[in-house]
């Protein structure tokens, strides 16, 4: 998958001339936490959200300090921003905001801003690929290597309907499997496995 998969294309961003306050306002109107900050046509800096809640706690223990709003947005704007061609592999750009600390990538292509990518387009990615929203039975096997062909076995012998199946990895450096199922007798199911000395976890 490509970040160009995720990237939100329409890229809203301000100028140098943005007051802090303005740059705030707009975040708020479009529901957005970050800002590409442009110069002459080209991208010089990023202002999040996180950046601009900084200052509003420096103003509400120190109302003297509200004439900040009216500063150059840029003043607030991080430089050494993440940016990465929008062919670029999503998950090495992902590792890289985490290692970095970063909230969100700037897309190029050339010297063009393209887009902009944050860690919650891929969180949502991540919702979508697990089908976390959707309806169904959820079956763990924390003992995956051991247990997973008995328990496709067993669900299959029974006609279950399989919808979705992933591994999920552990800080343990373990691996579980996760199975989603249609609609099916969550008590029959245990007693099979049970049956059967297979350890799961079933979520409704």
């Known amino acids: 998958m490509y970040l160009k998969d995720v ?11 943005t007051t802090l306050k303005g740059a705030h306002h707009i975040m708020s109107f479009h529901g957005i936490r970050h800002l590409p900050v442009i110069d002459k046509g080209k991208v010089v800096g990023l202002l999040s959200e996180a950046d601009c809640r900084q200052i509003i706690d420096e103003i509400a223990s120190d ?19 993440i940016s990465a061609p ?4 999503l998950r ?12 969100a990538v ?33 079956i ?4 995956a290597k051991k247990d997973l062909i008995n328990v496709f076995k067993i669900l299959i012998d029974q006609k279950e309907e399989i919808k979705s199946f ?24 245990k007693k099979l ?4 000395d297979v350890t799961i976890r079933i979520e409704e």
């Open 193 to 196: 496995f049970k049956k059967e």
């Open 166 to 189: 992933y591994y999920v990895p552990y800080t343990d450096g373990t691996k579980a499997a996760h199975i989603r199922l249609g609609e099916t007798n969550t008590e029959e199911i």
């Open 7 to 17: 990237m939100s294309k329409n890229v809203i961003s301000i100028t140098r001339e």
């Open 86 to 89: 929008q062919d670029a592999f």
């Open 140 to 143: 763990q096997i924390k003992n």
């Open 63 to 81: 109302p003297q300090a509200h004439r900040v709003w009216k500063t150059s947005a840029a003043e607030f704007m991080t430089k050494d921003y």
């Open 92 to 103: 090495r750009v992902a590792v890289k905001l985490i290692n970095n600390e970063k909230s």
């Open 106 to 138: 700037l897309v190029f292509e050339d010297d063009d801003l393209v887009g902009i990518a944050t860690i919650k387009d891929m969180f949502n990615l991540i919702i979508n690929i697990m089908e976390f929203d959707e309806p169904g039975v959820r």
